[in-house]
């Protein structure tokens, strides 16, 4: 392409944009503007990466490398389990964690510190005997617990208790009984039974203190 060439095309080019200025000059103007200020931008990072000096620089690398390093260390299976419950039972925790702030606020919560201080004393102080010897009461306890909640243990204990209701009526308490008195009675059907069951109840008493235990 020869000189006289290039000049008519730049002529040409200068023409259409100063064509293109006067339709547009409030368009031009802002494009100039922000032109500016992108340079002014550059210009304040390019004077900011220089005052940086080379330990700077490296430090600032080393900085990042550890950010880097602590954040791949925490990305564990445990720690994103752990972000899952979390985000799964938000509003349980929340409100576990104001319960456990208005126990610090009122002072509640140092005297259950201080109560698990002396539960975990006294179990301490608790000897191989002793606790042999709860171990066993508690054994026992659930075996009188078993035996009391037998179907006729539970009858028998209702049916005594039922007896024991009536005959303390106030309304018709009892009255001073002699010997005739009671030979009398002995041909009441009612006292003949209570009688039978009296013996029986002595019977199976007797046959179970004789069980080996």
């Known amino acids: 392409m020869s000189d006289s060439d290039t000049e008519v095309e730049f002529e040409a080019e200068t023409s259409e944009l100063a064509h293109a200025i006067e339709k547009n000059p409030e368009a031009v103007a802002r494009f100039v503007e922000r032109l500016d200020l992108v340079n002014e931008l550059l210009d304040v990072a390019e004077l900011g990466t220089g005052a940086l000096e080379d330990d700077m620089v ?74 042999t010897e709860l171990a066993s009461t508690g054994a026992a306890l659930g075996e009188v617990a078993d035996e009391a909640s037998d179907p006729n243990a539970v009858r028998g204990l209702t049916t005594l208790m039922r007896a024991l209701g009536e005959a303390s009526d106030p309304d018709d308490p009892p ?39």
């Open 58 to 131: 490296v430090e600032l690398s080393g900085t990042a490398a550890t950010l880097a390093e602590a954040g791949d260390a925490a990305a564990t299976t445990e720690t994103v389990r752990l972000a899952e419950s979390v985000g799964e039972n938000g509003d349980e925790l929340a409100a576990a964690l104001q319960t456990l702030a208005e126990l610090q606020r009122t002072g509640t919560l140092d005297d259950l510190v201080s109560l698990a201080d002396v539960v975990s004393l006294a179990s301490g102080a608790l000897e191989d005997d002793m606790v």
């Open 175 to 213: 009255k001073p009984t002699g010997v005739l008195d009671v030979f009398r009675a002995i041909r009441d059907p009612d006292v003949r039974t209570g009688i039978s069951y009296v013996v029986s109840l002595a019977k199976a008493l007797g046959a179970s203190l004789r069980r080996p235990k």
